[in-house]
């Protein structure tokens, strides 16, 4: 039985570039949901980055 972890990494800005590096650089990777501000989010702009998961 091969280890499994969760990772929980914080970027201000660059979540998605960051799991995008991370899903190249490990083997069985993917980024597989991103999901964006709505447009009444309050701290920020429509579209930005707010959680990035990666399997």
């Known amino acids: ?3 499994r ?3 929980c990494l914080w970027y ?3 979540a998605l570039e960051a799991a995008t590096f ?3 650089t ?3 990777s993917a980024v597989s949901a991103v999901h964006r ?3 009444d ?3 920020g702009k429509e ?3 707010l959680t990035v998961s990666r399997r």
């Open 41 to 43: 989010f309050p701290s």
């Open 5 to 7: 972890n969760t990772i």
């Open 37 to 39: 501000a709505p447009g």
């Open 26 to 28: 490990f083997p069985d």
């Open 1 to 3: 039985m091969s280890a």
């Open 47 to 49: 579209g930005d980055v």
């Open 22 to 24: 991370y899903a190249r």
């Open 12 to 14: 201000d800005g660059a």
